[in-house]
């Protein structure tokens, strides 16, 4: 039984900075591409940012590059998003991915396999 469970989400200040976790189990991690989503109240869902399974290439959404980063621990079977320079607009419900054949592309939800519960991040100021 495949499981994504993510964590550290919370309240914090426009400008603070939060790091999300995701742990894996009941897969083959390092075999997995690894994706962050994130959907706001009343809005669809949306790509944040995704690291693949091979070589570690990161892809970002435009509203959050040189402010967040993806990485991943594969002896850990862990992916995190390390978010800075906060801003209202990041406030959303964050949901991590896993994706092993990506037929659809690396930014499209309905691309991944498997899917965590989320974890709720809200910036106040």
């Known amino acids: 039984q495949v499981q994504l469970v993510e964590s550290g989400g919370g309240l914090v200040q426009a400008g603070g900075s939060l790091r999300l976790s995701c742990a894996a189990s009941?897969?083959?991690?390092?075999?997995?591409?690894m994706g962050w989503f994130r959907q706001a109240p009343g809005k669809e869902r949306d790509f944040v940012t995704a690291?693949?399974?091979?070589?570690?290439?990161?892809y970002y959404t435009d509203s959050v590059k040189g402010r967040f980063t993806i990485s991943r621990d594969n002896a850990k079977n862990t992916v995190y998003l390390q978010m800075n320079s906060l801003k209202d607009e990041d406030t959303a419900v964050y949901f991590c991915?896993?994706?092993?054949?990506?037929?659809?592309?690396?930014?499209?939800?309905?691309?991944?396999?498997?899917w965590g519960q989320g974890t709720q991040v809200t910036v106040g100021s």
């Open positions: 991915a896993a994706g092993w054949l990506l037929r659809i592309g690396m930014t499209a939800s309905r691309s991944y396999d498997y």
């Open positions: 009941g897969l083959t991690f390092s075999s997995y591409a």
């Open positions: 690291i693949s399974w091979s070589d570690g290439n990161t």
